[in-house]
C-alpha cells in the first residue's frame, strides 16, 4: 500500500477496506494456527481412545470420548475451511476482494454456525462423562480455549466483513 499524499483523505469505505485487508492479512497467520492446534487436539483424542478403548472395556463406546474426537475433529475442518478463505481473499486484488466480500463473509457465517454446534458436541462430551479421567479432562481443558478463540476469531471476521459492505 502506497502512503497518502499530505492533505489528501482517504474515503472511509476505502480506509475501511483497507483496514480490513490489514486485519485479514494478520489473522492469516491466526488461522494456520488453529489448523495446527485443532490437529494436534484431534490427534491427542484419537490417541486417547484407542488407550482407552485397550485399557478399559467400559470406556470404549464412551459417548463422552466420542463427542470430544467428534468436535476436535469437526473445529479441525472449519479451521481449515477458515484458512483457505482467508488465503483465497488475500490473494485477491482490493476489486476482487470486493466482489467475493458477501460469499467469503457468508461462508465464515456457515462456519461459525458449524463451530458452535462442535461447541455443543464439546459441552455433551464434558456432561457425558461417566467417571472423569484425567487425561480425557486434560484433553477437554485444552480443547476449550482454542475453541472459543476460533469461534471469536470468526465472529470478528463476520462483524469486519459486515462493517465493510
Known amino acids: 500500500m502506497s502512503p497518502t499524499p499530505a492533505g489528501t483523505t482517504v474515503p472511509n469505505k476505502n480506509k475501511t477496506s ?3 485487508s490489514a486485519t485479514l492479512e494478520k489473522r492469516e ?6 489448523v495446527t492446534k485443532f490437529i494436534n487436539h484431534h490427534r491427542r483424542c484419537v490417541s ?3 488407550r482407552f478403548a485397550v485399557d478399559d472395556a467400559d470406556i470404549k463406546d ?11 475433529k469437526e473445529m479441525l475442518e472449519q479451521a481449515k475451511g477458515a484458512r483457505a478463505m ?3 481473499y488475500l490473494a485477491l486484488d482490493e476489486k476482487h476482494r470486493d466482489a ?11 462456519l461459525s454456525k458449524s463451530a458452535h454446534a462442535s ?3 464439546f459441552c455433551d462430551s464434558t456432561r457425558l462423562a461417566p467417571a472423569p479421567k484425567h487425561e480425557i479432562e486434560s484433553a477437554q481443558e485444552d480443547f476449550e480455549p482454542h ?9 470478528a471476521f463476520i462483524a469486519l466483513g459486515d462493517k465493510i459492505t
Open 29 to 34: 497467520d491466526s488461522a494456520a494456527q488453529f
Open 86 to 88: 482467508t488465503e483465497i
Open 119 to 121: 461447541w455443543l458436541r
Open 18 to 20: 483497507v483496514e480490513a
Open 147 to 155: 475453541a472459543r478463540e476460533f469461534h471469536e476469531t470468526l465472529q
Open 100 to 110: 467475493i466480500r458477501p460469499i467469503i463473509i457468508a461462508r465464515f457465517k456457515d
Open 48 to 50: 486417547l481412545a484407542k
Open 62 to 72: 464412551s459417548a463422552a470420548l466420542s463427542q470430544l474426537c467428534r468436535a476436535s
